[in-house]
């Protein structure tokens, strides 16, 4: 028998898993890698912390997805390949071979360029470590009495849906003493998106009560505070980072063609410009027509790659595709409304929020979540 392997449970796996059970391979023996049993859906998690679901509402339940397609799982992250032999190592010591391999590991947390993240800010990746940590940051909060200053440092979609969500959080919860900052490099938040949206969300945080530090490019983080290339300091007693994804060691240092950063360079088939029998997907992926580092498009890219995994598995030649090169963003401003964004357009409102709550309880509902 041939061996199939999945590297992590991203977006586009999911469907590979759900295609695997109703279709299965013939021939071929499937292994799923995921370093936790369970993907906590993104789209959804500033609702979990704004107290609109529970988090089991936002999981999807790898294990079972892995168990239903009759794929093996292994409850361990991979720490390298070997493209040239054919091999990825995992955390656990177990090293698996492979006839074709898939990766959709996500992005890292760009916390390593950032002189004192890693020891005195919460980095929202891996989400399963946020997840656990929240909890404790809402305990600390609510047994300090006096003001709790909570600085998001890092202005895109992820950072301003955190800001939105925990300010309602703090609102229905009545944490009055915790004031939170939202802090960006650029004038306003939301760096590439439309200006309108851009303008709206910066009113909205004022309305809110929400700081906003913008033009502030962080240097690096000390006990307590943000310094900055220019301007003051910023005094924080929890830092939460969004600042971007960086890309993995291991592809590079494992034999894979990849961008400067390190993300794994792939044909418009989605298989490795260096290696044609590993496949990329997702934030991993540097797509031949470069795009965002963004979840809509490793969605988009799921069913073509469930397709052309099947079809080289299957002896046939895998499609051609490239995404699109609009994304709808729906962003959640923590009160049930959200913006939703289409290139230049933009718009906003309660219903927007419902259009996102029906999407995302959609996409749950058919990764076999009940919510
Ligand atoms: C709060 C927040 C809100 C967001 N909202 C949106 C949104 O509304 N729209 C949008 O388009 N994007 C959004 N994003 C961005 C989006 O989360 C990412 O772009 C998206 O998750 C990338 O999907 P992926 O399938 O590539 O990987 P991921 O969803 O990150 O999944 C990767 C999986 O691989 C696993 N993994 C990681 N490393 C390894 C390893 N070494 N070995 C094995 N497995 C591994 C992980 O545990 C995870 O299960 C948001 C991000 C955040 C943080």
């Known amino acids: 028998m041939k061996r199939l392997v999945l590297l992590g449970g991203g977006h586009a796996h999911v469907k590979v898993l759900t295609d695997l059970a109703e279709r299965p391979l013939a021939g071929w023996d499937v292994h799923l890698v995921s370093p936790y049993r369970r993907q906590i859906y993104s789209g959804m998690l500033p609702g979990w912390i704004a107290g609109h679901y529970p988090i089991e509402a936002c999981a999807i339940a790898l294990d079972a997805l892995a168990a239903d397609a009759r794929v093996k799982f292994h409850e361990s992250a991979a720490l390298g390949v070997d493209a040239a032999d054919n091999e990825i190592t995992c955390a656990d010591g177990t090293r698996l071979n492979f006839d074709l391999l ?61 800001a939105f969500a925990a300010q309602y959080r703090a609102m229905v919860d009545g944490w009055s003493h915790v004031r939170i900052t939202l802090v960006g490099s ?64 291991w592809p590079r240092t494992g034999g894979l063609a990849t961008d400067e950063q390190g993300f794994i360079r792939v044909r418009d088939t989605l298989q490795s410009v260096s290696h044609p029998r ?4 997702g934030d991993v992926a540097a797509y031949a027509a470069a795009r965002p580092k963004a979840g809509v498009y490793a969605v988009k890219a799921a069913p073509v790659l469930a397709e052309n995994l099947r079809a080289v598995c299957e002896g046939r030649a895998p499609l051609p595709w ?47 979540t009940d919510t």
């Open 278 to 281: 590993i496949f990329a997907v």
């Open 186 to 249: 650029g004038g306003l938040p939301l760096d590439g998106s439309p200006d309108r949206m851009r303008r709206q969300v910066g009113r909205l945080l004022a309305q809110r009560g929400v700081a906003w530090l913008g033009e502030r490019r962080a240097l690096g983080l000390v006990a307590g505070q943000i310094n900055f290339e220019r301007g003051p300091a910023q005094r924080f007693d929890a830092c939460l980072v969004v600042t971007g994804a960086s890309a993995p060691a």
């Open 322 to 368: 490239t995404p699109q090169q609009r994304a709808l963003y729906l962003l959640s401003t923590g009160n049930r409304n959200a913006l939703a964004s289409w290139g230049r357009w933009s718009i906003g409102g309660g219903w927007v929020w419902k259009w996102k709550d029906r999407i995302d309880r959609g996409f749950m509902r058919r990764c076999g």
């Open 102 to 162: 898939s990766i959709n590991t996500g992005p890292l947390p760009a916390i390593n360029q950032l002189p004192g993240c890693v020891e005195h800010a919460l980095p929202i990746r891996p989400i399963e470590a946020f997840v656990a940590a929240w909890p404790e940051l809402v305990d600390r909060m609510l047994d300090r009495c006096r003001r709790f200053e909570l600085a998001i440092l890092g202005a895109g979609a992820a950072g301003v849906e955190l």
